[in-house]
């Protein structure tokens, strides 16, 4: 096109183009491949993340759940679910990309990955699993915080007036109070942006899981040798047959809870620095470092704990007063936890964040109440933010209030999730991604593999259905 003098608009604006470009250089260099702000995550910080996740209260209740199958199953048990996890987690990782590995479409969260590779109303169940199992957790987490909380002021009323007295309060102030904090950190925009809560969140994980192995290492020399036997929990002395059987399935499911980090793996991966080498590879060598210390520090825990209190195992290692001195490492151990929660629930609740935030950018881009924010520090204030995310607090901690009983909500949540978010899409996705020819060899361990998980998550949700339904019968509602 030529403008009326007769001289070729291009070579004027020639000029123009390149101070454009240098600018879109400079820019450049703080963006990724994708536009968004340059990725700065580490395989460090993914495996700060991760850890943050899963050593969290679930660790706790694996003395019991080691008690319900004893010295053989429990272990065994415990390593099968970390290979699981561990292995279905490089599956995962692989499909962050759509196509090549380093050059390829972006999937930011793990409903967009099913998307890439599945479509269909595979997504909508993957979405309706994934949300409401991070809500779920979100409401364990509050009930967890608030019994770590409650246990901080009874092992003073025990150490004060004696272990005979009952030292009985309600938890509901404590989940009032957690979900105050909440409100304020969940104001943090996102997960790239809480990198900090979550290595302070690993190391409370490490201090309170020290304690608890301490603990269990003193009482068991204390008792003169290991308590427990080959098979576990015995039948007889109030516990009926069939209560064995639901307990140790229950006990499965406490296990697949407590190394649940799939339905986030993918919003971890989006936090990683762009290749070389590429986010899968660092994921993978992210998962394989945590799930390797995780699996150490539950081994020790578990087995310690089950060693020091064999079948009377409590079901919270550090709230049922299996140990009441020194109280006040006990408070240590507590406090810890109560640290450690409040990061393990914003890791886990970003993506419902990020989620719902995204949806409603798309359907009023222009809307004020939505986007206009101010930054203070690490908080980003916006009003519908702000509306949002302290509605979305309040309404987790009110349903933790109306459901006080944790044991049992830990074991279903783990039983109805591992299936479908650890397992079964991460296969699906590998074997459509890899184009995996149907029929072959792999193509037949993966899908027995989906199966036979299947199973285990069914039985397990069996179990804690079961020991939820004993639970409701003596229900009432805001008793915590």
């Not at 001289?7 to 990724?32: C, H, I, Q, T």
């Not at 304020?184 to 409370?204: E, G, H």
């Not at 992210?286 to 087995?303: E, P």
């Not at 140990?323 to 419902?352: M, S």
């Amino acid at each position: 096109m030529t403008a009326g003098n007769g001289v070729n608009k291009p070579v004027a604006a020639a000029p123009m183009e390149v101070s454009l470009e240098a600018g879109n250089a400079g820019d450049a260099e703080w963006r990724d491949d994708d536009g968004r702000p340059r990725r700065t995550g580490t395989v460090w910080t993914a495996s700060s993340h991760i850890i943050t996740a899963v050593i969290g209260s679930g660790v706790l209740s694996l003395a019991w759940a080691i008690a319900q199958l004893g010295w053989v199953a429990g272990p065994t048990a415990m390593l099968l679910f970390a290979f699981v996890t561990y292995y279905t987690a490089t599956l995962l990782a692989e499909c962050y990309r759509t196509g090549d590995p380093e050059t390829g479409k972006r999937n930011y969260t793990y409903m967009d990955a099913v998307r890439s590779n599945l479509g269909g109303a595979k997504v909508t169940f993957c979405g309706v699993i994934q949300y409401a199992n991070l809500v779920g957790i979100a409401i364990g987490y509050t009930i967890a915080s608030a019994i770590s909380m409650r246990a901080v002021r009874r092992a003073g009323c025990f150490h004060a007036e004696g272990h005979g007295v009952p030292c009985k309060s309600s938890s509901n102030p404590y989940m009032i109070l957690f979900g105050a904090v909440q409100i304020l950190f969940s104001q943090i925009p996102d997960f790239d942006q809480i990198w900090w809560l979550s290595i302070v969140a690993a190391v409370m994980s490490f201090t309170y899981s020290s304690i608890g192995l301490s603990l269990g290492i003193a009482q068991t020399v204390s008792n003169g040798g290991f308590k427990g036997s080959l098979t576990g929990l015995s039948i007889g002395a109030g516990v009926t047959s069939t209560q064995k059987i639901w307990r140790s399935l229950q006990a499965f499911g406490d296990i697949a809870f407590a190394y649940s980090f799939a339905n986030i793996l993918i919003e971890i991966q989006d936090t990683i620095k762009a290749p070389p080498p590429s986010e899968a590879k660092v994921m993978s060598k992210a998962a394989r470092l945590s799930v390797a210390t995780t699996t150490i520090f539950y081994m020790l825990c578990g087995c310690m704990g089950y060693a020091a209190f064999g079948d009377a195992a409590p079901d919270n290692l550090l709230t049922g007063f299996g140990f009441y001195e020194p109280f006040w490492l006990l408070d240590v151990a507590n406090v810890a936890i109560v640290i450690h929660l409040v990061g393990a629930y914003q890791v886990f609740c970003q993506p419902i964040f990020a989620f719902v935030e995204r949806r409603a950018n798309a359907a009023w881009p222009n809307s004020a109440f939505i986007a206009k924010e101010l930054r203070v520090g690490p908080f980003s204030l916006s009003v519908f933010r702000l509306t949002w995310r302290s509605a979305f607090v309040c309404l987790t901690t009110v349903v933790a209030m109306l459901l006080p009983f944790f044991g049992n909500v830990v074991g279903l949540l783990g039983a109805v999730s591992f299936w479908p978010l650890t397992v079964y899409f991460p296969v699906e996705m590998y074997i459509k991604q890899r184009k995996v020819p149907r029929g072959s060899t792999k193509w037949i361990c993966l899908k027995t593999l989906s199966v036979a998980c299947l199973v285990v998550s069914i039985a397990a949700a069996a179990g804690s259905i079961a020991d939820v339904i004993d639970a409701l019968k003596v229900y009432r509602p805001f008793s915590g």
